[in-house]
């Protein structure tokens, strides 16, 4: 095992460590287990040092304390093989550390024995006295190994810091100096705590922050700022918001060891108790302090007890008066529902069930109310659901108005989740802001979408309720355990699921969810830890339906997101899942899953099909799926060929209905167009595209107008296409011209549908005018056509020429021609027999009569030219 302890930003310390150091490898540390209890060794400067390395030999940690202080010289070092690096200095003497040599043996020697230079260790500069003086005067900060995450009180009692440190931590001080600014004075290791007792010279307090696996306590100068525990008065008690923790607080019982008073503790990660903050109150004291909370109480019935991330401090016991006046001060969120679940033993929480009920049984009518709370409350921390509804029902029928209370509310929402249903069909409302509130807030509101189909949390609904839940993980964490694994398994899963970053994080510091469990699986697949896989095959493998199907699940997606299956394979997989799905009420997201990677797939068909399934299984819940049909629709569009045209187009005339926003309206009218054009019905798809021109921007406008005019123009509507076309035509087409190779302009194209919409309309002459100054092609070979309709065939065959002559150039020799090339060559060759014109066919022979042997129109070519056959056959071989 190993471990790193690194330098502190205050300058010198003392370092108690938990495992034997070695700063050469352990390459000189035997394999014996017969190690000195303690080994000092000196470090300087303290600036170098950035890591130290820590290791356990044998399986067995062995204490050890490390000293750091200021020494301008570097006095152990040896090129030829140094036992520690530069500015280390053993303190004490190694030799049970090293091999059993004689030269080593000699490196240190007693403090009256001047030290014996060695040619491959170097010379000691000082003695182990002066180190030691040296050390006691230097020494300004303590690190103690306490364990990671470990919160500690730490306060000044009869001149001397106390620390209390959560749980059993041995630490060896035998070696540590006796005297100078900082020492440690005395350890006790307690049933559940470890008692720190350290000498600080002066008044001033030490800076005590977290550090690593540990505490640093520092004599700096200029300590940091500590964050002040925030004290507020509520309802006649005191209670204490802690800033931000990275571990859960805890409260315990100690005996202050100067004056024999009883303290409540609470051990904190972060934060102190300010002097201006402290108070005397009936019974108790609140005392400044250094970290955590401090009060010392003369007083049985005084209680300082958690609440979630807080403390509070009231008074315990029936028939008590409240600990302080009713005024209210500053409140920080608690919980003020009157209800707390504190965690306890199974026995404890059965006898407390046993006499709740009795006393409810037996209680006069006038107690009676409150007796079933009671009972309710007990049933609740037991996890009886059917106690709990048994108990709240049979109260609330002797007095409804009971149903106002906050402690009701609470008992009602922990009801309504255990037996999965709400009494009154919705559930009870508590405004209160606290992060347990937060928590029971978030699990009603993901439980009403649970139970209606008529309700679905969209994206952002989600990650809102994952975030309430992880507020309040910390608080329902030290619920009773038969609690707590009815509850917090599932609301945990779902903020693994959909819960933020910040969300994630609460649910990593949740301390009372295994590590090998669903929720720490999936989370560390969102957080793409490497450990992910491994742990989803793990559970894959867990004979619980809705384990093994959660993982499988998990790792279908984060595969498919990786790249690793394809999405036709994973949305088999997922659809696969359904049946176990379904028992774990995951089965609208599944299915929605599944619609996804069919999407992504580019299976439309199937698309259509998950969606016409999923309005069957759940009607009145479009909200998820109405996005889904949005990309169908937009796919749909973009192709629109293949498959059952019908049904895509019933398809989307339903989606519309649905639909109220214009632009995805827009997107859907496209599709439904693209739809009916590929059916044939062209009339329909003029239709849409008429009702959907008044919506578009004017940059989409002409290219409708243009899809408009081509249907049009199948089904003989001349007239229609005219109008249509009209404003794409008010300025001249010709300054648009299209250069040979080049894409039309929207003008020249609303010019050949209008012209050919003229020659449909036997309007020649406007056909001639429209084309007019246009260059295309397309306009060319329309005014060639208009020129055959008129036998203008010498006005034809110049317009070929032109047309001829920009597909083919003229400066370059004729090697081969493509098939639509040709096609015009005998195009133009025709028009010439029709003209009698034998000197331009003889032009056109020489030019192309060669490479057009070669291809299959080379007989007509040659019939057309007048070229003999066996000179074709010639210029055929040759």
């Known amino acids: ?150 919160p500690i009180a730490a306060f000044r009692s009869g001149g001397q810091i106390i620390i209390v440190a959560d749980g059993r931590h041995p630490l060896d001080t035998t070696t540590l100096p006796a005297n100078g600014p900082l020492n440690v004075t005395a350890v006790r290791v307690m049933e559940t705590t470890t008692v720190v007792t ?94 955590g909370v401090v009060v010392a109480s003369d007083s049985d019935n005084v209680e300082l007890r958690k609440s979630g991330d807080q403390f509070v401090l009231d008074a315990a016991g029936v028939h008590i008066s409240p600990l302080l006046s009713s005024r209210a001060g500053d409140i920080s969120p608690v919980n003020e529902t009157g209800v707390s679940f504190a965690s306890a033993p199974l026995s404890a929480l059965m006898e407390n069930y046993r006499q709740a009920w009795t006393s409810a049984a037996f209680s006069s009518p006038a107690k009676r109310f409150d007796a079933r709370l009671r009972a309710a409350k007990a049933a609740a921390a037991l996890g009886d659901r059917a106690g709990l509804d048994g108990a709240l029902t049979a109260a609330l029928r002797d007095q409804p108005e009971g149903a106002a209370r906050l402690d009701v509310k609470r008992l009602q929402q922990v009801s309504a989740l255990l037996n999965h249903y709400f009494v009154n069909g919705s559930p009870p409302e508590i405004s209160a802001n606290a992060p347990e509130d937060q928590f029971w807030r978030g699990e009603m509101e993901l439980l009403q979408a649970s139970l209606s189909n008529d309700v679905s949390l969209n994206k952002n609904e989600r990650e809102k309720v994952a975030s309430l839940l992880a507020s309040g993980l910390s608080a329902v964490e030290h619920y009773p355990a038969s609690l707590r694994k009815q509850i ?44 992910a896989s491994t742990q989803l095959s793990k559970l894959e493998d867990d004979p619980d339906s809705h384990v093994w199907s959660g993982a499988r699940e998990e790792r279908v997606l984060s595969e498919q997101k990786a790249g690793k299956i394809a999405p036709d394979k994973a949305a ?47 009607p009145k819940c479009d909200a998820d799926i109405l996005p889904r049909k949005l990309v169908l629709a937009t796919l749909l569009g973009k192709n629109s060929t293949g498959g059952d045209l019908g049904a895509r187009i019933g398809f989307l005339k339903n989606t519309l209905e649905h639909v109220s926003s214009q632009s995805e309206r827009n997107e859907l009218l496209k599709s439904l167009a693209a739809q009916y054009e590929a059916l044939g019905l062209a009339g329909q798809a003029v239709d849409v595209f008429r009702s959907l021109l008044p919506q578009l921007p004017n940059s989409e406008q002409a290219d409708t107008r243009i899809k408009m005019a081509s249907l049009e123009l199948s089904t003989g509507g001349a007239d229609q296409v005219h109008q249509d076309l009209a404003p794409l035509l008010s300025s001249s087409a010709a300054a648009g011209s299209a250069l040979p190779g080049g894409t039309p302009s929207v003008q020249i194209e609303a010019a050949i549908l209008d012209a050919k919409a003229s020659l449909h309309g036997h309007d020649l002459d406007r056909a001639v005018h429209t084309l007019e100054g246009l260059s295309d092609v397309r306009a060319q070979m329309l005014l060639a056509q208009i ?63 060669k490479s057009m042997s070669q291809g299959a129109m080379g007989s007509m070519f040659n019939l057309l030219t007048g070229a003999d056959t066996k000179t074709a056959k010639q210029g055929a071989g040759g």
């Open 488 to 531: 917090l398994p599932a609301a945990a899963e779902f903020v693994s699921r959909y819960g933020s970053s910040a969300a994630l994080g609460a649910l990593i510091r949740c301390a009372n969810i295994p590590e090998e469990n669903l929720a720490c699986a999936i989370s560390a697949s969102r957080r793409n830890d490497v450990t």
């Open 198 to 291: 350290l000498h600080v010279a002066g008044g001033t307090d030490p800076a005590i922050l977290p550090a690593g696996a540990g505490w640093s306590i520092s004599l700096a100068p200029s300590p940091p700022l500590i964050s002040n525990i925030h004290v507020a008065q509520s309802k006649g008690a005191l209670y204490f918001s802690l800033p931000p923790q990275d571990a859960s607080p805890r409260a315990v019982t100690f005996t202050d060891p100067s004056s024999g008073r009883k303290l409540l503790l609470g051990l904190v990660r972060g934060g102190g108790i300010a002097s201006s903050l402290a108070q005397v109150g009936p019974g108790f004291a609140l005392r400044p302090s250094v970290v």
């Open 787 to 849: 020129a055959e309709t008129r036998q203008a065939w010498p006005e034809a065959v110049s317009i070929l020429q032109r047309v001829l002559d920009q597909q083919i150039p003229t400066d370059k020799p004729v090697i081969s021609l493509t098939n639509e090339q040709q096609q015009l060559v005998i195009h133009m060759a025709e028009d010439i027999s029709h003209a009698g014109n034998r000197q331009a066919g003889d032009g056109l022979r020489a030019r192309f009569g």
């Open 572 to 618: 088999e997989m997922l659809d696969n899942l359904i049946p176990a799905a379904r028992l774990s009420d995951r089965e609208k997201e599944v299915r929605l899953e599944e619609l996804d990677a069919v999407l992504a797939a580019g299976n439309l068909q199937k698309a259509q099909s998950l969606i016409d399934e999923w309005g069957q299984i759940y």
């Open 1 to 150: 095992m190993r471990k790193t302890v690194r330098g502190c930003a205050f300058g010198c310390w003392v370092v108690l460590a938990g495992a034997l150091p070695t700063s050469t490898r352990a390459q000189n540390v035997p394999a014996a287990p017969d190690f000195p209890k303690t080994v000092i060794i000196q470090i300087a400067p303290a600036e170098r040092i950035i890591n130290l390395p820590v290791i356990s030999l044998n399986r067995k940690k062995l204490p050890v304390l490390l000293s750091l202080h200021s020494i301008e010289s570097s006095t152990v070092s040896n090129s030829d093989g140094k036992l520690l690096p530069s500015g280390w200095h053993f303190l004490e003497n190694p030799s049970p550390l090293l091999k059993k040599d004689d030269s080593v043996a000699q490196l240190v020697k007693p403090d009256t024995t001047p030290s014996i230079e060695q040619p491959s260790i170097g010379k000691m500069s000082k003695t182990l006295q002066a180190y030691r003086d040296d050390l006691s005067e230097n020494t300004t900060g303590l690190w103690l190994p306490l364990g990671e995450m470990t």
